[in-house]
């Protein structure tokens, strides 16, 4: 499956964005899908997935009731809602798929290009 992330941008503390990753190639409910974020100088870490359904999602810990994951099968489509956004948000998002929901790089399998989002103080 291929994976195209898009809606990052500059957004002020506080402020909101939506990401979205759009799945071609494969039946996309076929497929758990996951976002992960790599500030600069940092490893690449983990922010939420899905199911397949869509009916069970994970969260990092940091992410939870601020960030919400969700999917539109019918449009081939995952999103992140970001809410109240933090300067410490920056980094650049990547959409990864994989065969379950997992919470490690390790567990996904195809990955997108990234999106890169910015919070200004």
């Known amino acids: 499956v291929q994976l195209q992330a898009s809606g990052g941008g500059l957004v002020q503390a506080g402020g909101s964005l939506r990401l979205s990753c759009a799945a071609s190639?494969?039946?996309?409910?076929?497929?758990?899908a996951g976002w992960f974020r790599q500030a600069p100088g940092k490893e690449r870490e983990f922010v939420a997935s899905i199911s397949k359904s869509g009916g069970t999602t994970y969260y990092a810990d940091s992410m939870k009731g601020r960030f919400t994951i969700s999917r539109d099968n019918a449009k081939n489509t995952v999103y992140l809602q970001m809410n109240s956004l933090k300067p410490e948000d920056t980094a650049v998002y990547y959409c990864a798929a994989n065969s379950f929901a997992g919470t490690s790089e390790a567990d996904f399998g195809s990955w997108g290009q990234g999106t890169q989002v910015t919070v200004s103080s």
């Open positions: 190639g494969r039946t996309f409910s076929s497929y758990a």
